[in-house]
């Protein structure tokens, strides 16, 4: 699976962005996907995944203000982000497991990352 991510940007905080990825391969529907974050310095973290049949799991960090879902038919997964704060800031990465179950951690195939900046 290949993993093109898109949509980052500067936003104001309380704003919103949604962010893309485009998958690429035969087996995308069965893949279990997810986001990770980055910021400088610090730590990759874990912020939604998805999987092959649907079922979510958001990060308490972002629960409430971020919606992670996908379309099987155009192998696309998308993270969209409201409320933004000045912490997500971040560079922001599309990840796909070669299994159909949602994990946090234990991800194959990742994208480039997308930055996101939100000022205050």
């Known amino acids: 699976v290949q993993l093109q991510a898109s949509g980052g940007g500067l936003v104001q905080a309380g704003g919103s962005l949604r962010l893309t990825c485009a998958a690429s391969?035969?087996?995308?529907?069965?893949?279990?996907v997810g986001w990770f974050r980055q910021a400088p310095g610090g730590e990759r973290e874990f912020i939604a995944g998805i999987s092959g049949s649907g079922n979510t799991d958001v990060a308490d960090s972002v629960k409430g203000r971020f919606t992670i879902s996908r379309d099987n038919a155009k192998k696309m997964l998308y993270l969209q982000m409201n409320s933004l704060k000045p912490e997500d800031s971040a560079h922001y990465y599309c990840?796909?497991?070669?299994?159909?179950?949602?994990?946090?951690?234990?991800?194959?195939?990742w994208g480039q990352g997308t930055l996101v900046t939100v000022s205050s």
């Open positions: 391969g035969r087996t995308f529907s069965s893949n279990a």
């Open positions: 990840a796909a497991r070669k299994y159909t179950l949602i994990s946090r951690s234990g991800y194959d195939f």
